[in-house]
């Protein structure tokens, strides 16, 4: 009786955890983890993007940043002359952010477009800078 108990409080905890909204230390981390900032608004332009799937960054990029091939978003990668001739600084990025452009200047047609504040910008440019 007293394990019968112990089973149903430990699967009433477990369930109660599955079910509690995912918490996140900053705005730049939501936007990243969900396409979301912590308002709870959506940030990707569905009908502007040629990708509909992707809702945020993680699902291509991956926790890190740097799940597909040779190409990270971890800001430290994307700011290192060693691997962009023309390494991104931050206006860079917002730029990228803004007008899917490569520090290039080139069109990157990553497929996803996104409506960020630019609040929203500087947090998961923040967030990035982490990674």
Not at 5 to 31: D, H, P, V
Request: contains cysteine; charged residues 25%; hydrophobic residues 35%.
């Amino acid at each position: 009786m007293k394990t019968d108990r112990i089973y149903l409080l430990s699967f009433l905890i477990f369930l109660f955890l599955s079910c509690s909204k995912q918490i996140f230390r900053t705005n730049g981390e939501a936007i990243y983890q969900t396409g979301k900032n912590l308002q709870g608004e959506k940030l990707l332009d569905k009908n502007a993007s040629r990708i509909k799937i992707a809702t945020n960054c993680k699902a291509c990029h991956g926790k890190n940043g740097d799940r597909m091939n040779g190409i990270s978003i971890r800001f430290r990668v994307l700011s290192n002359p060693n691997y962009y001739p023309i390494p991104y600084t931050d206006s860079l990025f917002f730029r990228f952010i803004d007008h899917d452009l490569k520090s290039n200047g080139q069109k990157a047609n990553i497929g996803v477009i996104w409506k960020m504040s630019d609040p929203d910008k500087r947090d998961l440019l923040d967030y990035l800078k982490t990674l």
